[in-house]
T-cell receptor, first 117, second 109 residues
Framework: GAGVSQSPSNKVTEKGKDVELRCDPISGHTALYWYRQRLGQGLEFLIYFQGNSAPDKSGLPSDRFSAERTGESVSTLTIQRTQQEDSAVYLC???????????????FGAGSRLTVL | DAKTTQPNSMESNEEEPVHLPCNHSTISGTDYIHWYRQLPSQGPEYVIHGLTSNVNNRMASLAIAEDRKSSTLILHRATLRDAAVYYCILRGGADGLTFGKGTHLIIQP
């Protein structure tokens, strides 16, 4: 697609429920990134995928958070047993990965706003 | 990734140039200097990046000090739409960008 697409754009859920957030990266982008941004706060890096593999999962806040990517395309971020502190905008980004990794540019989606009541 | 230091906020007038500074004294030889901005209620967007030489694109210019320990993002003619948080980030590898607090740019009409 033309850009990074995220769904749902807004999600309201009750504490204790599970939620799934979806990211469709730009076609051909091999790297995919998830970030979290709480209201009025900075961006918090969660996880990134190179292809379908996640080299570093240490940014995930707790074991209630998990992410997967299939077909080097769509990624899903799953939050189990949601808590009120999970309320935030979850942002996805993708990039091409060339030899000069530091030069690669990230393109962000519009985000999924999660509200846990 | 090495750390960057930016002013918390800056203010400028519409249609005037804006110079946003960034210090990165611990930059390594392979780190690229990236600038992103985040407009209110939107995801971050790429502005510009460079390694050693100054760079120009349709959005801005990036001036990099000769020792690479600092850089300046230049908006040649600010508009109200340029009001955003601007992030200066060093990137040496394929892992995720580490966003700091950035500079909140306020544009006065």
């Amino acid at each position: 697609g033309a850009g990074v697409s995220q769904s749902p754009s807004n999600k309201v859920t009750e504490k204790g429920k599970d939620v799934e957030l979806r990211c469709d990266p730009i076609s051909g982008h091999t790297a995919l990134y998830w970030y979290r941004q709480r209201l009025g706060q900075g961006l918090e890096f969660l996880i990134y995928f190179q292809g379908n593999s996640a080299p570093d999962k240490s940014g995930l806040p707790s074991d209630r958070f998990s992410a997967e990517r299939t077909g080097e395309s769509v990624s899903t971020l799953t939050i189990q047993r949601t808590q009120q502190e999970d309320s935030a905008v979850y942002l996805c980004a993708s990039s091409q990965q060339g030899v000069l990794s530091g030069a690669n540019v990230l393109t962000f989606g519009a985000g999924s706003r999660l509200t846990v009541l | 990734d090495a750390k960057t230091t930016q002013p918390n906020s800056m203010e400028s007038n519409e249609e005037e140039p804006v110079h946003l500074p960034c210090n990165h004294s611990t930059i390594s030889g392979t780190d690229y200097i990236h600038w992103y901005r985040q407009l209110p209620s939107q995801g971050p967007e790429y502005v510009i990046h460079g390694l050693t030489s100054n760079v120009n694109n349709r959005m801005a210019s990036l001036a990099i000090a000769e020792d690479r320990k600092s850089s300046t993002l230049i908006l040649h003619r600010a508009t109200l739409r340029d009001a955003a948080v601007y992030y200066c980030i060093l990137r040496g590898g394929a892992d995720g960008l580490t966003f700091g607090k950035g500079t909140h740019l306020i544009i006065q009409p």
